[in-house]
């Protein structure tokens, strides 16, 4: 969905290295989520922020931190990366009050830890 | 412990219905149950949401028992475009949200 997206698209980097991943939106949706994806398994919840002063941990936030500047800006760090960060993260957002838990994906990052 | 259960895989004909069943402990009582549509290196994409009974739009049919702890996903007559994984999202109690492992569904010709 154009309406929600992700920098960079791809990545590739050192074990060690810090790296943020962006998320921006134009929907207006108060709620925004990071996932991550592993070859072949569903995604799994890392953090989400309900709205701009809400930070809350997922399923798996360990070695993982945000930032939600702005409604429209979520943003996701890897202080130390390390190669099991390897995985597709992805960016949601949602408008519980319009739309209920519907939730829009970006297109996705590629992650890389060598 | 939340956790969403799916079949790992289905195969189907052209033209037929498909129903996929999600299984789900622990789930808020108050909350939707979403299913998604994913392709390869896509993001999912919304199919549908229910909270409870029978919910139907264009492309899909969602059943949910009155013990919400699984729900249906039926789409009828599908074709090859349908081929895809797909995934129930639950929303849990504590505002967690726990994808299964998804249902990958080919759809033969």
């Known amino acids: 969905d154009a309406d929600v997206t992700q920098t960079p698209r791809n990545r590739i980097t050192k074990t060690g290295k810090r790296i943020m991943l962006e998320c921006s939106q134009t929907k207006g949706h108060d709620r925004m989520y990071w996932y991550r994806q592993d070859p072949g398994l569903g995604l799994r919840l890392i953090y989400y922020s309900f709205d701009v002063k809400d930070i809350n941990k997922g399923e798996i936030s360990d070695g993982y931190s945000v930032s939600r500047q702005a409604q429209a800006k979520f943003s996701l760090s890897l202080e130390s990366a390390i190669p099991n960060q390897t995985a597709l993260y992805f960016c949601?957002?949602?408008?519980?009050?319009?739309?209920?838990?519907?939730?829009?994906f970006g297109p996705g990052t590629r992650l890389t830890v060598l | 412990l939340a956790k969403t259960t799916q079949p790992i895989s289905m195969d189907s004909y052209e033209g037929q219905e498909v129903n996929i069943t999600c299984s789900h402990n622990n789930i808020a009582t108050n909350d939707y149950i979403t299913w998604y549509q994913q392709f390869p290196s896509q993001g999912p994409r919304f199919i549908i949401q229910g909270y409870k009974t029978k919910v139907t739009n264009e492309v899909a049919s969602l059943f949910i028992p009155a013990d919400r702890k699984s729900s249906t996903l039926s789409l009828p007559r599908v074709s090859l475009s349908d081929t895809a994984v797909y995934y129930c999202?639950?929303?849990?109690?504590?505002?967690?949200?726990?994808f299964g492992t998804g249902t990958s569904l080919t759809v033969i010709p």
């Open positions: 949601a957002t949602s408008d519980y009050d319009r739309n209920g838990d519907e939730q829009f």
């Open positions: 999202l639950p929303h849990f109690t504590g505002n967690q949200f726990y």
